[in-house]
């Protein structure tokens, strides 16, 4: 069971276009969301967090926004660059869950200059 | 300051054969995972330890084990290497696996073919 959804699975965007990936959760135990971002033949590297105590979050070009009730969050690159190209991974995590991090399927995300 | 280092990077085995992957962090933190990488299935955990001298289980851990030699080091074992463990392993750590959670950071993989 996948116990976060992430969509879509690839994005095409021009450079200056803005790119949303949005990612829904079920267990309303998590209480941490982070966004991983991942180069070919990297590791996957911490972008942005959010906890569930704000609706969004802003860092630079990066924005997450965050839904609560509807147990969905999303992330939004703005003025999108070439060097933004790479995957991304949504994630949830709490203590109550285990503290474990449950990652997305990952959206791989391609910006044409 | 090297952060999450993995070795080995590449590896190709046979089917029934065993292999372990070593994990070393230099951020003294107390939580260590394993996860793997496959297209389509973004990253499975596989074990963690949540603190030195513990280990769970995580979303697939059929097939491996693992050991918390020290603070430091988390290794990953493959008894009996089967065609559906080719992947690329990810280990990583964090500060914190108690009540706060904080940040995931990854070594640059594994990358394990078993034929």
């Known amino acids: 069971q996948q116990q976060v959804k992430q969509s879509p699975q690839s994005l095409i965007v021009q450079k200056g276009g803005i790119s949303i990936i949005n990612c829904a959760y079920e267990?309303?135990?998590?209480?941490?969301f982070p966004w991983y971002q991942q180069f070919p033949g990297k590791g996957p590297a911490l972008l942005i967090a959010i906890r569930p105590d704000v609706s969004e979050k802003k860092e630079g070009r990066f924005t997450i926004s965050f839904n609560k009730s509807a147990k969905q969050f999303s992330l939004h690159i703005m003025d999108s660059q070439p060097g933004d190209s790479a995957t991304y991974f949504c994630a949830a995590s709490g203590p109550t869950a285990g503290n474990q991090f449950y990652f997305g399927t990952g959206t791989s995300l391609t910006v044409i200059p | 300051n090297a952060g999450v280092t993995q070795t080995p990077k590449f590896q190709v085995l046979k089917t029934g054969q065993s292999m372990t992957l070593q994990c070393a962090q230099d951020?003294?933190?107390?939580?260590m995972y394993w996860y793997r990488q496959d297209p389509g299935m973004g990253l499975r955990l596989i074990y963690y330890s949540a603190s030195e001298g513990t280990t769970d289980k995580g979303e697939v851990p059929n097939g491996y084990n693992v050991s918390r030699l020290n603070k430091r080091e988390f290794s990953l074992r493959l008894e009996s290497a089967a065609p559906s463990q080719t992947s690329v392993y990810f280990c990583?750590?964090?500060?914190?696996?108690?009540?706060?959670?904080?940040?995931?950071?990854f070594g640059e993989g594994s990358r394990l073919t078993v034929l």
């Open positions: 267990n309303t135990a998590f209480d941490y």
């Open positions: 990583a750590s964090s500060r914190t696996g108690g009540r706060n959670t904080g940040e995931l950071f």
């Open positions: 951020m003294n933190h107390n939580s």
